[in-house]
Every structure is written in structure tokens, then in C-alpha cells.
């Protein structure tokens, strides 16, 4: 029942967050140099002169800037993200169609990063000082200063244009006509090398906050008080030590959503994936803004959501959060 | 040099290294126009000559014939330029709402938290993006992008050190002496705090880097500087025939972002111990 | 006159080393010792001693390899405990030896139930039924009177008192009934009659089942009340051995008699003060409530500090505010220095009605300063001594030259070289910093000093050096002084006055011979009672302190 206040009150300050920003998009069409309109009907659309006019009565662009607002504000809340001109569709649409491939590609490469990354960050741990420790530790290093990009154009070079080994473009092999198991086996070959590329950075993030949290948590008291016990090694490992220091790791995770999700247009991108991020670039380069800014709201949605659930898990694993 | 800050920091070899590259590459950026051989945007030679093959050219050349290392050169002066100096101006925002929300508490801290949020909560290159898309793309746009994204981490971790500090029986002692409130931030409190700042500092710059870089693939660099993330972004379409217009650029940013990244081990690692000798 | 009981634990000649750049190459110097069944041996012994490390050593919880013993015997029923194995030692630890630690508050996991961290002694080694296990544990949360045992076991942590942690302590020490039980200081960390509690616990529960206890400990009053054998360690080395009785009462060492002698008393050995009339300081009614913020769904919490508190304090006068934690001497301490703001009665400083918050400060225009509890967080750390000192007049508006020259002159007051001025103050140690504390409170010219908890953190030696100081300082300035502790040993050597605190209230005040010697209010008397205290005061020992 505390747990349901707890968190009735973080949703509702999670649509405040999104209609906060909301308010910022609207603030960015307005700063934009140039004429507001033309900033939301973007390139393709500014030269038509019907679609301007029917976009300014729209926005009520001759209004005062409060009611502005209110009319921008009613439309999110009614989903109403605009029209892109160039694609000829609404943005809403254009973003739900590619909402499930970057849902996909996230979902896994989260999964992946937590999964290897804890494991390879509690091994290095354990074996703090050892050449397993030192490798581990190197090879995060090097993955955490690798751009998202160039990893993915090397992982393409290497697995797609050398070896062939894995497809790397798209969602899936086009024109197949491939459907139920096959059609799954064929999405999760394409799916392999985007998720792992996107995987790998976050990967050396929780594996060195992994690494560092079980050292610390390894010198507290209680662990102390476990020895004296005489509780096994193993034992020790798993029930003190890392049930503490997988708190700042859930912590770290719900942090990093955010900039997974930012990288996922980099990594969309590169391999073509039909997700929001490849929209987003593709908005980019025809200079469509509604399109651009009803994306970013999207992504931001999707980000305020994935914190809720993070903090939702967090409250599970830490019994001393007081809920009420 | 002999200081215990350098003792510690010299005793962690990777810092030592990352050191070395990070002053090789700064010496490269200052250096930049009179080292390289080749305006970067001049079409020297003819396109996609692999490297090693010609003389003067050792990195081999683009789709428009354009010189790989005399582009890397100076894409090292602009991804060293934006990264300081957005770094700097995060910086200033930073620490100035940090402390504020630390020092005075309450309402304020309150306040100040909940607007830090909102920009947490937004995936912060998907708002680079947007930032730099529509008030166009110019270094000064892309500064003020990723200063504006990168600022609440320091603000957070600024309130955090100065909440403590503000605690501590030497800062109330400072109170009963009667010091203004300034000069207690100033003098008293920030110093105390400098140490974790600095280790964020160069962690900042390396993500700036990044972030630079990944803007400018996306083709939101500014149009007039050749930057590694622009090079890595144009050999995106040609990757099957010059696969070297992709690596050295990539290599150079993993070798900076190493660099910065092992300094700041380092510097971490030396200004550690606490003076008084006990751990905080 | 029966065959002499083979002891239970027998350390010979026992060396421990220090890692290199330590300020001393072995931390413990062939240490004998040892236990027999059915008795409590305590090691005593200052910060340093080594005391802590024998403890560890037998446990085989020393953190190798930089500390390691090098030499000696650890005969644990005739076997060497430093000849076995690890897998060897885990077999012994938590069930033939039992060993439970100094600071309750973080001893136990917080994220596992009680009942868990309980049972994980079953766990690994005996295998139990998990219907018998639960019995089990029930009756061990019970033997160590610990209240409803039911609701404790499905409970974390988080929810006890650092007593009622400490007593889940020595519940998972005992679960197995060990016939040896080591306790590191158990009770530093604990509030005095806690304190009293738990050593009667203890006492008990070694009674009942012959356990023998080797007892770490700082405080002689604690030996008096549990010891039947005392050792005493200085530096690493034990300089005295022998029945607890006859050491307390006739000691041979030089450092036994002058840590026996540095403990205070509890006894005012003052001039009595002049009539002089001035009231420096008056409160009356003072009022304080904590309130913890409410969020949305959240209702706040109101704690009450201070109900109603009223006494006054004349020039030279000494007035000691007594209580345990959460008794709100502390709080009522930093709203008379004007660092914490009251919710409502009066505090009047030399007649003047004291307004609130930065006012109150700016009005006492630092004449009302305080030397706090921590020694090392009390100091800048990147301030030189000098420049903390003078600090406090320069931003009162004297001349940089003239408070330099102050600060120099109070270092030579309160015993450092002139040279301490362009030091840090991580070259000092505790004492000396505490007495830096004094010298930067003494620039400002005070006329009331407020010190809250300024020894609780000494060593005792230590501890009566910076006592001495304060008396010196105190008859030298003619100082109104409110000293705040939870010590009624320091506080009957030092006040006048006893103001005595329960919960926010003021329960009992009066003079000090008065309250120690006939308290009238229930908690006063439980208190007294629970300091740990040499049941015959030595009085052949003269006060003068080394």
C-alpha cells in the first residue's frame, strides 16, 4: 500500500517532468532563429505556403505567448505531436511505428551490459590484483572511451565486410518474406551486433562500479562480523557483499538509461535499425524540426519511465528506504 | 615534485601513461598549423590512396583527396578546444548551483533540485542534439550544448560535498567567529571540496570530447572546423573501400578519451588522503 | 586445592608486525596472556595499545599480510591457532570462539533480516531443521533480552538501538555456545547505562553457561565491574598482569598507576566561586523541535529537543549538562552559542535578550564561543594552525599583525611551541588539537564558553590533560563555561552545577555535591548507578596529573 503512494507520487512527478519539457520544446521553436514557423513546418514544408498558414492558425502563432502554451501543452497531452511534411504523416504515428525496434534494441543491450558487466566487474573483484583483475579492468578502460559510432563502423567492418559473418544493416533481411520462428532467428542475427556495440560501453560502466562497490562494501563491519561467524567465503560473497553493492548499481542503472537511449541514435544509424534514434537522424538531415522535437519528446518519455522503474526496483532491494 | 600528491599519482603507471599521451596530443593541437603539412580541407591528391603508399601522406586521403593526418591534426586543436572549454563553462554552472543548494539548504536546495532533475531525467545527447540542430551548428552552439547537458552532475556532486561540509564543526566554528557568508563558501568550505571537482573535471572533459565527436558524425559539427567525428562520419557511406578514413580518426579519440580518462585515475588516486590523514 | 584448570586460551610471546611507515615496526611485543574457563580476562590499554590486535589475531581476522604475527604461540584447548588453516580457523570462528565487535551500528548487514544473519551461523556449521533453526533463534534473541522475539527475527536492522544491535551482536556469537567469547570494545560506542546493561548481560550469560570472556577495554571503571584478571598494554607491550583486585587497588607499573590516576573522580576539587552577582548567561524556557520534512505522501516528524529548559550561569561558574544521546544537550548547546535556532522561550547573555539565527551571532559579537566534540573535524584541514586561530579576530575587525601575535601567544598558553602556528592540522595529534580547539575559542576574548562532548573522544590520559587546561583557562578568564558530556565522572570533576537531561528534559538541577550525593529524580539516581567506577576510589594515588 506504501509502496502504491510511493509510487502514484513519482508518476505523477514524471508527467510533470515530461510536460516540463515539453515546455522547453516549445521554448526552442521560439528561440530558434528565424521564424517560428517555418522552424515547425521545417525545409521541406516552409516552401509550402498553404501548409505555413494552416500551421500558424494552428499554433495560434499570432496569439500572446501563454496562450501559445496552453494550445502546445493540450496538444502533447492529446498526443498530438504535429505533422511532418516531408514524410506526409503524423509525427505520432511515424514514432509509434518505430517505437518497437529501438525497444528492442535497448531492452537488450541493457540486459546484456548489466548481465556482463556486473558478472565481469564482481570476477574482477574477487580477483582483485590478479591478471584476470587487470585485464578485465583494461579492457573496460578501453571500451569507456570508445565512441558508440566507431565501434559499431569497426564491428561492421569487421564481422559484416570481412568476415560476413553477421548481416549488418536493418532489421531484417529484406524481401525474405520470413515468418514465425524463422522470422525471430532472422531479427536476432540483425539484432546481434547493434545491441552488443550499444551494450559494450555500458558494459565498463557497471563493470567498474561493480568492481568498486565490492571492494568498499568488502571492507565494511558487517562483512567483518560474517567472517567472525564463520561463514563461508562464497556465502559471504553473495549475501553480503554483493547484495550491498548491487544498490549503487541499480542506482548507476536508472542514471545511464537516459544516455543509453540517447545512444541508440548513434548506433541506429550506423546500422540502419528503423528505430526512433534512425528517425531522429533522418529528421536531421531534412532539417524537419516537429519531427525532430516530437522524437526528443518521445525519447524523453521513455527515459522518465525507465527511472521509474528503476527507482520502483531500487525500493525492492533496499529495505531501508522509508516509503511513507 | 617530490609533493605526496605526485608520489601517489606517479605510483599509478596508467596515469603516468595517459599523461604522457594527453601532453603529446595537447603539444599537437598548439603546434597544429605548423606541423601539418597539408590544409586539411585542401584536395592535395587524388582520393581514397590508401595509407603508406605516398610520401607526405602517411595516413592516406578521403573521398575528395583531402589529407587523413592533416585533418587529424587539427581535428585534435577542435576536440581539445570544445572539450576544455565547455568543461570550464559546466564548470561555473555547476559548481555555483552546487553550492548554493549545499550551503543554504531548505527551500532553495529544494528548488535547485528539483530543476537539476529535469535535466537528468532527459537523455542528454538526444537533447545535444536538439540544442545544436536548431540554433545551428557552430562551435559556439555546440560549447553552449554541452556545457548545458553536462552541468548537473557536477551540480549534484558540489551539493552533496558541500551539505557535509557544511556540518563540520570547522565551518561552525567559522559561524561563531562571526566570517560572512561568502568567505566561509569561498575560504573555508570550497577548498575542501576542490579535490573530488577536479577528478570530475578531467572525467568532463573526456565526455565532452565524446559528445563533440558524436555531434559532429551526426553532421552537427560546425561546417568550418574538421573535426575526428566529422572524418568518421564521412567514411560512414564508404566503408567497404576506405576503411582507413574510419580508424585513425576513431583511434585518435579512444587514445584521448584513455588519456583523460587514466589522469583522471590518477589525480583521483593523489589527491586522496585527506590531509588530516583519516578518510572522510 | 582442585587440579588447576587448563586455560582456554593460552597466547605466549605472541609479535605482530606493522606494515613499513608505521610509527612503530610490531604493533604487539611478545603479549602473554591467558584465559581460564569460566573467567573474564580484560586487556586494558589507550589507542595504539596493540589491545584490539591480539583480539583479531586470535580470530585469524588480521588484515594480512601487511599486519601479521611473526612470533608466538596462540594455544586455543591446546591447539596453535597460527599453525592451522584458513578452512580450519572458519571452523572455529562463531563456534568454539565467539567474538563481537566495537560499533553496533554497523556490525550487521542492512539489508538482511535478523533472523538471517542469525541462522547463517547454523548455516555454516550444523545442519538443523529449519522449523528447529527458528526455535532456536528465538530463544537466542530472548536470552539476550531482547523484546519480542518474534517480530525482531523478520526485522532488519535498521529498526534497533545500537544497544539492542550490540545484544543481536552477542546473540550470533553465542547461538553455538562457544567456550570462548572475545569482545573488542563493545560498549565504547554505547550510551552508560546501556553500557550497564549490556555488561550485565554478559556477566549472565558467561555465568550461566562457564564461557570464558576476553574482554577488550579502555576504561578502568569497566574492569572493576567485570575483570576477575586484568592485563594492561602500552605500546604494544603488556607492562602489568594479575588479579583485577589487586591491580586496581595496588598497581606497580608507572603507566597502570598514571591511567588509574587520570581518571576523573567525579569529584570538584575547585575554589568556590566569588559572589559575584553578573549573570552571564539566563535561559529560560527554552523550547526546541525537530521537525523531519513531509513530502506528498509523507507526514513529518516532530522530535522534541528541549522542553521548558531554564538555569542560569554567573561569571566563573561552571555548569555541567548531563545526559545520554537523544537527551538534547547537544541541541540546547548549539542554540545558546546562537548555531541552531529555537522555536521558542528566552536566552538572555549578560541581561540582553538574545534575538535568533545570524542576529544572535552578530549581537554576541563573539563573546559566546565553542570547543566541539571532534578533534579532527574541527580544524580546517587546509588551514594552517595560525591562520584558524587568528581567523576568528580578523573577522571581528582586528588588525591581521596584532591577531597573529594573539594566536601565537594562546598556542604557548595551551602548551604547543610558537612554531604550531605555521603547521597543518594533521600533524597533531587528538589532544593537542583539542587544546588548538581551546586556543582559537580564547581568541575571540570570550566570556562564555560552551563545550560540547570536548573529551569523549580522548584517550584517557589525554582526556585529563585537556581537563586540566580547562580548569587553568577558567580560573585565568574568569569564564562562565556550560560543559556538555554524558561523562558524570567529567562532570562532577569540572562543574559547579549539574543540570541533568532526559529525553529534552531538564530532570534534575542543582550543585553538583548536591545531585551526586542525594538525587532526588529517578533517572539521576539509574545514571549514577551505571557508571562503571572503582568500587574503592584509590586514595592513596595524589591527583597530579604526568
Redesign the interface.
Known sequence: MQRLQFMLARVLQGLVAIMLIATVNFMLVRAAPGDPVSVLAGEAGASDAQFVAQLRTQFGLDQPITTQLATYLGKVVRLDLGFSYRQQQPVLKLILDRLPATLLLTGSAFALSLLFGVTLGALSARRAGTWVDSSITVIALIFYATPLYWLALMAVLVFTVQLAWLPGFGFSTVGSGLTGFALAWDIAQHLVLPALTLALFYMAVYARMTRAAMLDVAQMDFVKTARAKGVKPGRILRAHVLRNALLPVVTLAGIQAGGMIGGAVLTETVFAWPGIGRLMFDALLQRDYSLLLGAFLVTAAMAVLFNLITDFVYTLVDPRIELT | MKSPFWRRFTRNKGAVAGMAVLLLVVVVALLGPWIATNDPWGMVQQPFLHPWTEPGFALGTDTLGRDILSGMIYGARISLLIGAVSTVVALLIGITLGAIAGYFGGLVDAALMRFTEIFQAVPSFALAIVLVAIFQPSVGSIVAAIAIVSWPPVARLVRSEFLTLRQRDFVQAALLAGQSTPRIILTQILPNAMSPIIVMASLMVATAILLESSLSFLGLGDPNQMSWGYMVGSARTVLRQAWWMALFPGLAIVLTVLALNLVGEGLSDGLNTRLDGRTK | MSVAARPVLDITGLSISLPAGADRALAVERASLSVLPGQTLCVVGESGSGKSMIANAV?G?LPRPQVAPVAGQILFEGVDLLTLTEPQM??????RI??V?Q?PM???????RIGEQIG??F???VSVPAAEKRRRILAALADVGLPEPELLIDS?P?RLSGGQRQRV?IA??LVLEPVLLICDEPTTALDVTTQAQILRLIRELQQRRGTAVLFITHDFGVVSEIADHVVVMQTGQVVEAGPARRVLDAPQHPYTRKLIAAIPHGQAQRATPTDDTLRVLQVQDLCKTYRSSH?????GRAVQAAKNISFELKRGETLGLVGESGSGKSSVGRCL???APFDSGRILFKGRNLSQGAAF??EA??K???V???P????????RVGA?IA??PI??GIGKAEATARAVELLKLVGLAADAAER???EFSGGQRQRI?IA?ALA?QPELLVADEPVSALDVSVQAQVLALFAQVREQFQLAMVFITHDLRVAGQMCDHLAVMQRGELVEYGATQQVLNDPQHAYTRQLIKAVPRLTQPPQHLTMAVA
Open positions: 580470530m581476522l572458519r571452523e572455529l570462528r562463531g563456534r565467539g567474538m565487535f560499533e554497523t556490525a550487521l548487514n542492512p539489508v538482511m547463517e551461523v548455516d555454516a556449521h532488519y535498521f551482536m550470533c556469537a513530502g506528498l505522501f509523507k507526514r552559542v546562537g548555531l551571532r552578530r559579537a563573539g559566546i564561543q565553542m566541539f566534540q571532534d579532527y573535524a574541527s580544524l580546517n584541514p587546509r588551514h584558524a581567523g576568528g573577522a571581528q597543518y592540522p594533521h580547539a582559537r575571540m
